[in-house]
């Protein structure tokens, strides 16, 4: 099993997610993907017609336990990088058991971590979107237990597919994950 995992956003794996994978083999060659759609790749229209199928074909507990299932056969700790619905999956699971099979935790995203107040068992970094619901209100509460840098960019940044993609801001967050990432 590989050590290292990106747990993709609602619209899985696609083609422009593989040049960002590409770049996440340069700090290490054995990245895995775990998506909603357990590897079947799909185009979407756009965020609604991507959004309305996970919740059809996944749901969010179904990514939860997708995500579960992985932590539990790890036989050393792994590397997350989580984005947005695999943010939020992996969010929870960070302050129960199977935060010890966790080196390092880097969530991206995840527009319902503010709303879940917990405390990560495993070292952790989160880069939120200030204009996400409740990021800039529970500020100091996730800087306690977790690396934090909030972008001003939009939800979606990182992401070609996405409508709030920016390259600009995407660039700059992809230094600071690779710093996280490398620690």
């Not at 319902?112 to 409740?134: H, S, V």
């Not at 979606?156 to 993609?165: D, S, V």
Request: glycine fraction near 6%; proline fraction near 7%.
């Amino acid at each position: 099993m590989s050590t290292h995992w990106l747990i993709t956003d609602i619209w899985g794996q696609h083609a422009t997610l593989d040049p960002f994978l590409r770049r996440l083999e340069a700090i290490a060659p054995d990245w895995q993907v775990l998506d909603p759609y357990s590897g079947q790749r799909f185009a979407f229209e756009d965020e609604t017609q991507a959004y309305q199928y996970f919740l059809h074909r996944c749901s969010k507990a179904t990514y939860q336990q997708k995500l579960e299932a992985v932590l539990e056969q790890a036989q050393q700790p792994l590397t997350l990088l989580a984005c947005s619905a695999g943010a939020n999956a992996l969010w929870p699971l960070l302050d129960g058991p199977l935060a010890s099979k966790i080196r390092k935790a880097v969530l991206v995203y995840g527009s319902t971590i503010p709303e879940q107040p917990i405390t990560p068992r495993c070292d952790t970094a989160l880069l939120l979107c200030r204009g996400d619901n409740g990021v800039t209100g529970h500020q100091e509460r996730l800087a306690q237990h977790s690396t934090l840098l909030l972008s001003d960019a939009p939800h979606g940044f990182l992401n070609p597919r996405a409508p709030g993609y920016h390259p600009d801001a995407a660039a700059e967050a992809e230094a600071w994950l690779q710093q996280q990432l490398t620690r």
